[in-house]
């Protein structure tokens, strides 16, 4: 047993994998997860993310490889010899119980001293802001609330590692916001390793140090939330985490980042991201970091294209444009509204933007 | 769905319906208090509170009660016991030979009585096996069964699998989920079976009659006496059973109607 | 790590995997084995009783006697052939008594279901024994029924219902009513009642939305209905003992008094055996168009 912040990750999988009868749910996935850090596996349903929290929680046996908790192998032990606590999709609260039972469930199991039991209770129904309604019954609780038991229920027990599966997939979207917020404050406060299954991608980037976007029973693509949004490296990441503009083009000169459209126009792109030696790339870039001017007003953006302006939708904080473009296709652009000039539906336009905010994805 | 002007139709129908279904009972009731003169409780004589007030007098009507009640509680018991752990394993295992199992376990309620009846008796002819209490208990336990798993497997599959997986997330082992959380969430299932099995098996005359040998339980009693003539304190009896059991309904009826309010 | 640590939680794995595995069986044994035991078993010993041959005095013994079978067909062909028409007609009464009560319950009486489904019950609290006697009274050559038939003509001036096949296939009807009825609630009950709502919608009179909508949905409970009430009405004898007479005698009555009167055990129990072959044959048509998942439930 190792003592948190030593450096060995709370969680270490070694190629997992999990076969159902007829589908692989997860494929030799090999992932390590540091310690006190807010963890999100981020992907569509299907994708294995599930199977992986619930073999991490002991609620699937894995059909090969290895899971470890702070450096033990936990592989073929049953949930109750787990240190760690799942808050369920559904809560799963005891109807027959009260708050106070159910948050005291686990540490009764654990023949944890009564006055003890009390205290932590008390303490953890504090954190979760539902003092005074121990003696009430779930059904009795908003799903908001509900969902803070179910949280309180396993913060209790100190858990080395917490699971959350879709936690709040049940809640309205106002709801949805304020808990993001609340639960990336509690898990500041207690500073437990939290594992966070979610399909949602702003869910995923609001709360989570690291994301994992799995696709197919493999992680696709992990790190730091920007990092994945700004280099998803994959169409799948990139077509996952927001909307994204792709174009084909090839390399003319890795050194000055330097490719050509298919027509021939030039398009720049930091030279780092080229490393790979590829010689035809496809390139990406979100629609919010493209700029749009009238054709008598040039861009200062390296990178140019003409387009007509096919559609032009107003949301309020932005106009969403469809252009489309002899070079590309029809191009998806987001511009903030700051007061500037309204494009309609067929004026003439140019497409702008920097190197630094192309990414390139296979 | 009807035009409006027919709108009264089936309200109608309804009530048609249950006075029909209620005339028998009817029928017991009353007679219970008829004035009888001779045999044959079939024709209103006249009111009297006689029977009622000496619903002994018959003994072997008391005589017939106790192996009655005896037997309907051992079966019920042992058979909700056994259907419990059946529909456990229905619902919340994959398994070979699920199927068959299901099938296995609709044959006895497909089966007439008379055949299954006279299928035990003819096993317990060819192994000699005297019959009488314990042949009735086993069949009756045998027919009671399916119902208990049909009533149990409904309530167990009512809840998440979820709360069990809660359950054990929360350092409780399976001994001490089954304990705390599955037993409390099936109890209102459990306990429905056992009162099915309970009147299933008081009730029961048919196969009770193939397996009792020179037992007698209250059915078989009412049975033998249909040919001399039935006493009306038979009807007392029947008033009586009649009134405790929907009594009994009733106060489960409130009892799980109150815990599914706690509980929704 | 060393190798052993990490094969260790493996192996454990394997065995705990197993044992898991074992658990539906573990819970399935005692239950099962008393089906196996007291079920099948004895429905195995009736086979072979049935191809028994002897007397009560010289003692039965096997000879693969299937001329007990042949009883089937001639001695017995009139009780065997009433238990499927009297059964068949208190089946058809049933469902034409049975499914406009579902119909209402699920339909009509809103809030007040509960209600009425504990009044359509409460009467089968009543001893199965009693109840069937009572409808001696209702069916009594003076009684209200009889005099109503003689007075429009049905029946005539000497015509009585007691003891008679009328007053059997009655006993069956009303015996066997929650049977039929609840089936067919419970397929209505779990309909989407948007459904009759679209098809007003989309055109459907009255008419149509029932024979298109309700009707097949409802069938499922329909044919289960159908079962739980022909299979105890073919086999039973009751009704023919306390409301028809020997001339109504069904199969089942030959098989009671050949079993505990007559002390026939082999041509009693070809009778048995023959009557669970239709049944069997039954069963196989029901789980063919319905599936195995919902037979108890």
Same mark, same amino acid.
């Given at each position: 047993m190792t003592s948190p912040?030593?450096? /060995? #990750?709370a969680v270490e999988l070694v190629s997992l994998t999990k076969e159902f009868a007829d589908f /692989? @749910? /997860?494929?030799e996935l090999d992932l390590a997860i540091d310690d006190g850090h807010f963890f999100a596996l981020l992907g569509p349903s299907g994708c294995g993310k599930t199977t992986t929290l619930r073999m991490i929680g002991g609620f699937e046996e894995p059909s090969s490889g290895i899971v470890r908790l702070h450096g033990e192998d936990v592989t073929g032990l049953k949930p109750y010899r787990r240190p760690v606590n799942t808050v369920f999709q559904s809560y @799963?609260?005891? #109807?027959?119980?009260?708050i106070h039972e159910n948050v005291a469930f686990g540490l009764r199991r654990q023949k944890i001293d009564p006055g003890e039991v009390n205290r932590r209770v008390g303490e953890v129904l504090e954190l979760v802001q539902l003092t005074g309604r121990g003696r009430q019954r779930p059904r009795q609780l908003s799903g908001g609330q509900q969902q803070r038991v179910a949280l309180a229920r396993a913060l209790v027990n100190h858990p080395r590692v917490l699971l959350l599966d879709e936690p709040l997939g049940a809640l309205d979207l106002k709801l949805r916001k304020e808990m993001q917020i609340e639960l990336k404050r509690i898990q500041q406060e207690v500073g437990i390793t939290f594992i966070h299954v979610t399909h949602d991608q702003e869910e995923a980037m609001t709360m989570a140090d690291t994301i994992a976007v799995m696709h197919g029973g493999t992680i696709e693509r992990m790190g730091h939330p920007d990092e994945i949004y700004e280099d998803p490296r994959t169409t799948f990441v990139a077509g996952f985490l927001g909307a994204s503009n792709l174009m084909d083009a090839r390399v003319i000169s890795p050194e000055q980042g330097k490719l050509v459209l298919g027509d021939g126009t030039p398009v720049w792109i930091e030279p780092s991201r080229l490393m790979n030696g590829a010689t035809t790339v496809s390139v990406g870039v979100r629609p919010e970091k493209l700029h749009l001017s009238a054709p008598d007003s040039p861009l200062e953006t390296p990178n140019r294209v003409p387009g007509t302006v096919t559609d032009a939708s107003f949301t309020g904080a932005s106009t969403q444009y469809l252009v489309d473009t002899q070079q590309i296709g029809e191009v998806a652009v987001t511009i903030q509204n700051l007061g500037d000039r309204r494009f309609r539906a067929n004026d003439q336009v140019t497409v702008g933007w920097y190197p630094e905010h192309c990414f390139l994805v296979t | 769905m009807r035009g409006s002007r027919f709108r009264w139709l089936l309200p109608t129908y309804l009530g048609l319906g249950l006075a029909y279904l209620f005339m028998p009972v009817l029928l017991v009731i009353m007679f219970s208090f008829n004035d009888l &003169?001779? &045999?044959?409780?079939? &024709?209103?004589?006249g009111f009297t509170f006689d029977h009622w007030l000496d619903p002994f007098r018959v003994p072997a009507i008391p005589r017939a009660l106790g192996p009655s009640l005896t037997i309907a509680f051992l079966s019920a018991l042992v058979s909700t016991v056994l259907g419990t752990l059946i529909a456990l394993a229905l619902v919340r295992y994959r398994f070979r030979g699920k199927a068959a199992t299901n099938v296995s376990l609709f044959m006895p309620m497909a089966t007439p009585e008379v055949v299954m009846g006279s299928s035990l008796l003819a096993l317990f002819v060819a192994v000699q096996a005297a019959t009488g209490f314990v042949t009735i208990l086993i069949a009756h336990i045998l027919f009671n069964i399916s119902y208990a798993v049909a009533t149990v497997r409904a309530r167990i599959a009512g809840y998440e699998r979820d709360l069990e997986e809660a359950a054990m997330d929360l350092y409780a082992d399976e001994w001490q989920t089954f304990r705390r959380v599955t037993l409390p969430m099936i109890m209102p299932g459990v306990f429905a079976a056992f009162l099915l099995g309970f009147a299933l098996s008081f009730d029961d005359f048919v196969i009770s009659n193939f397996t009792a040998g020179s037992v007698q339980t209250f059915p078989l009693y009412v049975w033998g006496a249909a040919r001399r003539g039935i006493p009306p304190q038979v009807n007392v009896w029947g008033t009586v059973v009649f009134l405790v059991t929907v009594t009994v309904m009733l106060l489960y009826l409130r009892w799980q109607r109150r815990s599914a309010l706690k509980r929704a | 790590m060393t190798a052993a640590t990490v094969s260790g939680p493996a192996v454990s794995a394997a065995s705990a995997a197993r044992r898991r595995r074992r658990i539906p069986y573990l819970l399935l044994l005692p239950g099962m084995a008393w089906l196996l035991l007291f079920f099948f078993l004895p429905l195995a010993q009736l086979v072979v009783t049935s191809l028994e041959e002897g007397s009560l005095e010289a003692g039965f013994n096997f000879a693969w006697a299937w001329d007990n079978y042949g009883a089937l067909f001639t001695t017995y062909r009139g009780q065997f052939l009433r238990s499927l028409v009297f059964a068949g007609i208190a089946t058809l009464l049933s469902l034409l008594i049975g499914y406009p009560l579902a119909y209402a319950i699920a339909f009509?009486?809103?809030?007040?279901k509960p209600l009425f489904l504990v009044l359509l019950l409460m009467p089968f609290l009543v001893p199965f024994l009693l109840r069937t006697l009572a409808w001696r009274i209702i069916l009594a050559d003076e009684g209200l029924v009889v005099t109503t038939l003689q007075s429009i003509g049905i029946l005539g001036s000497s015509g009585r219902v007691l003891a008679t096949p009328m007053a059997v296939v009655a006993g069956l009807t009303y015996n066997l009513m929650p049977f039929m009825v609840l089936p067919i609630y419970v397929a209505l009950e779990k309909m989407d009642k948007a459904l009759l709502e679209a098809s007003a919608d989309l055109y459907g009179s009255p008419f149509v939305s029932f024979w298109k909508v309700t009707w097949p949905l409802s069938l499922p409970g329909v044919i289960s209905g159908t079962l739980l009430t022909f299979i105890p009405a073919a086999g039973d004898y009751v009704e023919v003992e306390l409301l028809g007479n020997p001339q109504s005698a069904m199969v089942g009555n030959v098989i009671e008094s050949k079993f505990l009167n007559v002390i026939d055990y082999p041509a009693a129990a070809a009778l048995s055996v023959g009557l669970m072959v239709v049944v069997v044959f039954l069963v196989v048509f029901y789980v063919r168009r319905v599936g195995t998942e919902e037979l108890v439930t």
């Open positions: 912040g030593s450096g /060995v #990750p /692989v @749910a /997860v494929k @799963a609260l005891f #109807p027959h119980l009260t | &003169r001779g &045999r044959f409780n079939v &024709r209103w004589q | 009509r009486t809103g809030r007040y």
